[in-house]
C-alpha cells in the first residue's frame, strides 16, 4: 500500500470533511488524532498528519499544541476576496464586451495542476480556454480547469452569453479564494492572441476558488501588461481586491 498516497490522505480528509458537512463534528469539537486515524485507515501516520495539515491550511481545522485539532469557527462569510466577472469590470468602464470560446474540453490533468487542485495526476477535469475583449481589443486570455464533481453540466454551458464565473458563481457556492498576481515574459502565442506590443509584459493573476473542502476551478488570467490593473479596497479593517 502507497501510505503517502493522495488517494490514500484524501479518503481520511473526506471523512472528516463528510463529519464536519452533516455535523456530527460541530464547530470546536476535537478529532480524532493523527494515531487513531492512521490506525483506522490502514496508513502510516505521516499520511495521516499530512491530511491533518492540509485540513489546517483550508482553515477547516485548526491546531492547538500539545491538545489536538478541533473543527475551525466558520469564517466563510468574511472572505477579503470580491470576484469580478471580466464581463462586469468591461461594462462598468463604458465599454463593450464580448468573448470567443477557443477551447472547451474534457482532458486529464497533468501532475501540477493535479497537486494544485488536490487531484490525482490523469483523472479528468473540465478545461476551457476563451479571450474576453473590450471595445473588440483582446483584455484577458482565461485558461481553466473545473472540477467535475462540483460542476457536472459545464461543457454544456454557452460562455458567450454568460462568463465561466458568472456561472460558477451562480452554481456553486464559493467558500474560499486563494490567488496570486505576477508579472510573466509572454510567449510567442501569447503576443499574438493578446496582441502585445514587442517586449509588453503579461499580467499573470492564478486563482483558485472552493466550495466547501472541494476545489471548484483553478484559473489562469492573463492580461496585456498596458491595458489592465488590479484595484484594491480597505473599508473598517477589511482589505480585499477586486479581481477579473
Known sequence: ?????????????????????????????????????????????????????????????????????YVAPRRYDQTPVEILPISEQVR?????YSASVRILEERPLISEVAESMHATSGSRTFYSEILHREDSIPIQLERRWVNPKVAPAYLEQDFLVETPTEYLIRMVPLTRVEYCISAERASADLIEILQLRAGEPVLLLRRKTWSGL????????LHPGSRFSFSGFFESGLAGERVG
Open 1 to 69: 500500500m502507497a501510505d503517502g498516497s493522495t488517494h490514500e490522505y484524501q479518503k481520511i480528509i473526506d471523512y472528516l470533511g463528510g463529519k464536519i458537512a452533516t455535523g456530527e463534528l460541530g464547530v470546536g469539537a476535537k478529532v480524532p488524532s493523527e494515531n487513531e486515524l492512521a490506525e483506522q485507515f490502514g496508513v502510516a501516520r505521516m499520511t495521516a498528519n499530512r491530511a491533518v495539515r492540509e485540513l489546517v491550511h483550508r482553515k477547516v481545522l485548526v491546531r492547538v499544541k500539545g491538545a489536538g485539532s
Open 92 to 96: 462598468n468602464g463604458g465599454a463593450v
Open 214 to 221: 472541494d476545489v471548484v476551478t483553478m484559473v489562469d488570467l
